[in-house]
């Protein structure tokens, strides 16, 4: 158990619709990222929060948002949903960048996935 | 951007074998890390190189960071059923602040 929860662990919606994915760090870690997980895909970077504040930016589509709360858990929108966004979402959280700026360790969650029909 | 590509995609091997994953960015890097993913899991932190021709090791694992810091490898030892998964390595570009940008991943599969 990594200490990072993500609920829903399943989740199957119809194309157009707008779904929530949440995420709750470990207990002190201070940025949020998201990811998404294709089938037989590698890890996509969507996005990371880092105490409220967005930190870095990956390859997330416009229809897609994210926010981190003050108490520090993280939620996913994700509207107009296409076929194409049926996936794997992770959340990973870390206590963000050492003093040099170097990225420490992420853990992940076990993901929500999400099935769009 | 920067793009991290591994090889080989995918690698059958008998139990007892060694396999070796190799790791390539095309920009240098400031650090390198190394995850493993079981099937039906998440990905879960090995290791993480910042030195220049850093060499670490993990009982039957060994990671390596090239000398120009563009390259890694990771190589298993006599495999076991235990070391199936698919395992990326998510390289951070020079200068810090930059997002981790994780690798095509290779698929391991071991058969006894």
């Known amino acids: 158990d990594s200490g990072v929860t993500q609920t829903p662990k399943h989740l199957i919606t119809a194309t157009g619709q707008r779904v929530t994915l949440r995420c709750s760090p470990r207990s002190g870690d201070l940025s949020v990222y998201w990811y998404q997980q294709s089938l037989d895909q590698g890890l996509q970077f969507l996005i990371q929060y880092y105490n409220g504040e967005e930190r870095a930016k990956g390859n997330i589509l416009e229809r897609f948002s994210a926010q981190q709360f003050p108490d520090l858990h993280s939620e996913l929108n994700l509207s107009s949903l296409e076929l194409g966004d049926s996936a794997l979402y992770f959340c990973?959280?870390?206590?963000?960048?050492?003093?040099?700026?170097?990225?420490?360790?992420?853990?992940f969650g076990p993901g929500t996935r999400l099935t769009v029909l | 951007g920067q793009q991290v590509m591994q090889i080989p995609q995918y690698q059958h091997v008998q139990e007892g074998e060694d396999f070796t994953t190799y790791c390539n960015s095309s920009?240098?890097?400031?650090?390198i890390q190394w995850y493993k993913q079981r099937p039906g899991g998440h990905p879960v932190f090995l290791i993480q190189l910042v030195k220049s021709g850093e060499v670490k090791k993990q009982k039957r694992l060994t990671f390596q960071f090239g000398e120009a810091k563009k390259n890694s490898s990771l190589h298993i030892t006599a495999t076991q059923t235990t070391d199936v998964g698919t395992y990326f390595c998510a390289g951070q570009r020079g200068g810090g602040g930059n997002k981790l940008t994780f690798g095509t991943g290779t698929q391991l599969k071991v058969e006894l």
């Open positions: 990973a959280s870390s206590v963000s960048t050492s003093v040099e700026g170097i990225y420490n360790e992420q853990f």
């Open positions: 920009t240098t890097l400031s650090n």
